[in-house]
């Protein structure tokens, strides 16, 4: 009788790593999509991409369902490890049960599915996208609840960080001076990978205002690239920001002035 009941919980605990392998493939399956192609096949009709696409809209969701499922089947894959190795080796078996099954667990739900995830992501996807729809609709309270709580957390971390905690520092910055020439200003966007730069005159403390690269063509393609000056006409005005204002605050500045970048000073007026 007690080796019946071992069987079936034997049985159970390899069926709870084989979900947990799930979960774990089913995250790298549909983070490893391509959008594109995902976007065309949908529009085909393909009804795994259709439910794919539908999960990916709302990412906060997906990875919540993914998370909560895959935590809940650990959680119980371990519980019944424990209650199998005690009943075994004992005192002993707890020690072992969490050597294990980390082991194992590692290999067949975490390694193994995630590999086969990242080279055929849309099979796996599609597949999961089948089981993580109606999972989510049954676990939408619980998601919703954990998406809350992890939402206020973010909230009451940006309270606490100010623009000072993620600026460019000043002599990170590039930016154009416009006391240089047009082919050095152009040698310097070409080798920039920025949309957006401040545009200066001798040195930073003296900003003319923000060339975006879009307007940089026009400027371009205009008579008035015969005097580098003139560059001026196709800069936005510069947008400050005090150092010390909250992040938060910062960033619905941001949306209120429709603004993308702004140039941090100190109580003196200087670039930071």
């Keep these: ?21 799930f979960f774990s493939g089913s995250e790298t399956g549909m983070m490893s999509l391509n959008r594109y192609r995902l976007k065309h096949l949908a529009r085909q009709g393909h009804r795994g991409a259709q439910k794919a696409k539908a999960l990916l809209d709302k990412p906060e969701q997906l990875i919540g369902v993914i998370l909560i499922g895959n935590n809940f089947v650990n959680i119980l894959a371990s519980s019944l490890a424990t209650v199998l190795a005690l009943s075994w080796f004992g005192d002993n078996g707890i020690a072992i049960a969490t050597m294990t099954l980390t082991i194992i667990i590692l290999i067949f739900a975490e390694v193994t599915p995630k590999t086969l995830a990242a080279f055929k992501p849309e099979r796996i996807a599609f597949l999961a996208a089948h089981i993580l ?39 990170e910055i590039h930016g154009l001076d416009i006391e240089n020439d047009v082919d050095s200003i152009l040698q310097q966007i070409r080798a920039g990978q920025h949309t957006r730069m401040p545009v200066f005159k001798n040195n930073l403390n003296h900003p003319m205002g923000v060339l975006h690269m879009r307007k940089l063509g026009q400027f371009l393609a205009s008579s008035d690239a015969k005097t580098i000056t003139n560059l001026l006409h196709y800069t936005d005005d510069p947008y400050y920001t005090l150092e010390g204002t909250p992040l938060h605050t910062q960033l619905n500045n941001f949306q209120k002035t429709k603004n993308r970048m702004a140039l941090v000073v100190d109580e003196y007026g200087d670039i930071q």
Aim: hydrophobic share 55%; charged share 10%; net charge negative.
């Design 1 to 21: 009788m007690q080796d019946t009941s071992h069987g079936l919980l034997l049985a159970l605990l390899a069926g709870l790593i084989l979900l947990s392998g």
């Design 133 to 171: 729809r109606p999972l989510l609709t049954l676990l939408y309270p619980l998601v919703w609840l954990v998406n809350v709580f992890s939402t206020l957390v973010s909230v009451l971390d940006l309270e606490h960080v100010t623009v000072e905690d993620i600026m460019v520092p000043r002599n």
